[in-house]
């Protein structure tokens, strides 16, 4: 079945560094979504940024990712970590063939220190 | 103002009792999920649905049964509860697109005992 692999659980920087979060997903369909979703401390996930085509990039304050099929990524990235992106950081699939659901990873938390 | 709102917030019980989360969103959306936060595990699906009436299997769905009685509301039920439903649970909405966005509401913290 359709599975997401987010190999960091804890990601810690100081601010400033660059931000990459790695996120691979296995799904025998071809139409797949990539999704981010973040998660701040008591309160809700929301949507951070979402797939485009193959190999295009898309941003969202000021965070990126781009999806390649050729190796099933879906990295998200950021050039300068700030203290207030310290979070919980999902992504996420939907496969073709997923009934509409989305499958998630086990997340990465991201502590940004001074 | 929330467009998908839980109760309760919290809640305590002890094993072998019997709760109810309740969930409504406000989108207009066809499909509702419901979800349970695990250190280490993430986001599971438990249950979710795309219509009044119907209900579709998740992905960790023992020992829970869930309910869409209208659009707006989504039921998750725990009839025995164990120690290992100590979870937070989120409910969620989407649209059928297949670009869907889930809206997440605050989420229930529930311990069980």
């Known amino acids: 079945g359709d599975s997401v692999t987010q190999t960091e659980g804890l990601v810690t920087l100081t601010e400033g560094l660059p931000v990459m979060l790695n996120c691979t997903y296995q799904?025998?369909?071809?139409?797949?979504?990539l999704f981010w979703y973040v998660h701040y401390l008591n309160e809700s996930p929301w949507l951070l940024l979402r797939s485009s085509t193959d190999n295009k990039r898309t941003e969202h304050q000021g965070f990126h990712a781009t999806l390649h099929k050729s190796s099933s990524s879906f990295h998200l990235q950021k050039s300068s970590a700030q203290l207030s992106d310290s979070a919980l950081y999902y992504c996420a699939l939907r496969g073709g063939g997923s009934g509409n659901k989305l499958i998630f990873g086990t997340g990465t938390l991201l502590s940004v220190k001074p | 103002e929330a467009a998908v709102t839980q109760s309760p917030r919290n809640k305590v019980t002890v094993t072998g009792g019997n709760v109810t989360l309740s969930c409504r969103q406000t989108n207009s959306h066809n499909y509702m999920y419901w979800y349970r936060q695990d250190t280490g595990h993430g986001l599971r699906l438990i249950h979710y649905s795309y219509g009044a009436g119907n209900l579709q299997i998740g992905d960790v769905p023992d020992g829970y049964k869930a309910t869409r009685t209208t659009q707006e509301d989504f039921f998750l039920l725990l009839e025995l509860a164990s120690p290992s439903q100590t979870s937070l649970y989120f409910c969620?909405?989407?649209?059928?697109?297949?670009?869907?966005?889930?809206?997440f509401g605050a989420g229930t913290r529930l311990s069980v005992l």
């Open positions: 799904t025998i369909y071809s139409n797949a979504f």
């Open positions: 969620a909405s989407s649209d059928s697109t297949s670009q869907n966005t889930l809206y």
